[in-house]
């Protein structure tokens, strides 16, 4: 029954397949055609896409150079009920820090967002936390 089935779809695909040789030799003979681009000249007058950042001195007036701004680095200390403690703050979802948005508050971690900037915050994990108790 099987090789009935399998017989029969072969067939059927062979007849009802439309397409000569001639019309194969025709999508290769496109293929094989050499590709339109740009010249050697025009791409090697185009403006370099690729900038170095330039921290600013003091003794360089070039507008051409573009500024390292530095994002503060955050402190996430602590998280309780839905609330994080972040540089010594308690803050909840929708806070804004340092202009960032805190968008999520996990178990772990926490998420801030700024346009296209993204930080994650994680907990530090300490080697020994062990609480001594004193009895009396």
Do not use: C
């Amino acid at each position: 029954m099987r090789y009935t089935i399998i017989l029969f779809l072969i067939t059927s695909s062979y007849l009802s397949a439309n397409i000569t040789l001639d019309e194969i030799d025709m999508m290769i003979d496109k293929i094989k055609k050499p590709r339109d681009g740009i010249l050697l000249e025009a791409l090697s007058s185009t403006p370099d896409p690729f900038k170095q950042l330039v921290p600013p001195s003091a003794d360089s007036n070039n507008s051409n150079q573009i500024v390292l701004k530095k994002d503060k680095d955050f402190s996430l200390n602590a998280i309780m009920n839905g609330k994080a403690f972040i540089d010594g703050k308690w803050h909840i979802p929708k806070d804004v820090v340092s202009d960032y948005e805190v968008i999520f508050i996990g178990k772990k971690g926490v998420v801030l967002a700024r346009e296209r900037n993204i930080i994650k915050l994680f907990l530090k994990k300490k080697k020994k936390s062990i609480i001594h108790i004193e009895e009396r």
